[in-house]
């Protein structure tokens, strides 16, 4: 079997095709440049940038599944005039000329991966589900579901296999963005003002990704669902800051402020969606893979935490 990653070079990209590899498929990697970094054994082919007019042609040549994970990533503060239409180009254009491509070219499955935020930015009582209404509510949510609403219309037109994966925060070495800001904090012991936050956050370790993206490209009762993916075991942020702190040796530092005083802070500073993904609540159900295809995550949640503080440790002290 011939595995396409697409996006072969970034955070999940990486650790997937080394996963697939370690398994003995044939991996081609699809990077945007022929100076990117694999790991080895994967067969690099450089696309450019990834939009509605790619030339898929040569890099789904004998292929037998593609994985898609390219995309344009979600960012706190997006500078683009029309950030909507910037991820449509690369997230909605870019997908659907993948799909149809591969659909041409004879490939038989196409995993996506998308974002919890289709579904939304909070859960209240229940933890999101494949049932859930999609509610996205940023230009990048937004794009990831007409991708998604573009691969199902392709897949009914050509029968080409698509398998849907929605993860919330993945982490893991290398990972950037808030938690490797939060992970910063925990090693300079900055007082975080969380102590009165009773959230509950689904995450998911990159390796754990990967294993589910796997199973996802070669499990025949996968072919057309939508799975949602996440550890075992979900924290508040406060037990989330405990564990990391526990394992970089730090003592945790975290003040008990009222959360309408978080609110107003976050409100002042501008950072009102930053404060929300520190306190509210954000949990996904996993257990229509573990029923349909029997996974597991093969790494605990400490785990995870432990591989993470590791390599930060390591980063951290040169």
């Known amino acids: ?46 696309m450019g940038d990834i939009e509605g007019n790619t030339d898929w042609s040569a890099a789904l040549q004998d292929i037998d599944c593609a994985i898609h994970l390219a995309a344009r990533v979600h960012v706190m503060k997006d500078e683009s005039a029309d950030p909507l239409a910037e991820f449509r180009k690369v997230n909605v254009e870019g997908t659907e000329k993948l799909a149809l491509s591969a659909a041409k070219a004879g490939v038989r499955r196409l995993v996506y991966i998308s974002s919890i935020k289709v579904n939304g930015e909070s859960t209240g009582k229940k933890p999101f589900s494949e049932k859930d209404e999609p509610h996205p509510q940023d230009p990048y949510g937004i794009s990831k579901w007409e991708a998604e609403q573009a691969l199902r219309r392709i897949s009914g037109q050509s029968g080409l296999e698509v398998v849907v994966v929605r993860p919330p925060l993945v982490y893991g070495p290398e990972v950037g963005g808030n938690f490797v800001r939060m992970l910063a904090w925990i090693e300079k012991g900055i007082p975080l003002p969380l102590g009165c936050v009773k959230n509950r956050r689904s995450m998911i370790y990159v390796e754990n990704l990967a294993d589910a993206l796997i199973n996802c490209a070669i ?100």
């Open 1 to 46: 079997m011939k595995i396409l990653v697409t996006g072969a070079n970034g955070f999940v990209g990486n650790v997937l095709c080394r996963r697939l590899v370690e398994k003995g498929y044939a991996v081609r990697g699809a990077v945007r440049s022929g100076k990117s970094a694999l790991p080895t054994g994967v067969e690099k082919i450089a």
């Open 219 to 318: 499990h025949p009762d996968a072919a057309n669902r939508t799975f949602l993916v996440g550890d075992s075991e979900t924290v508040s942020t406060p037990e989330l800051i405990r564990r990391l702190s526990a394992r970089m040796g730090k003592s945790a530092a975290i003040l008990p402020f009222p959360l309408p005083f978080l609110a107003l802070l976050g409100k002042i500073t501008g950072k009102k969606a930053e404060i929300q993904r520190l306190t509210g609540s954000l949990e996904v159900d996993s257990s229509r893979i573990s029923k349909i295809l029997g996974w597991k995550p093969p790494f605990s949640l400490d785990e995870g935490l432990e591989a993470t503080a590791l390599w930060f440790k390591k980063g951290y002290d040169g």
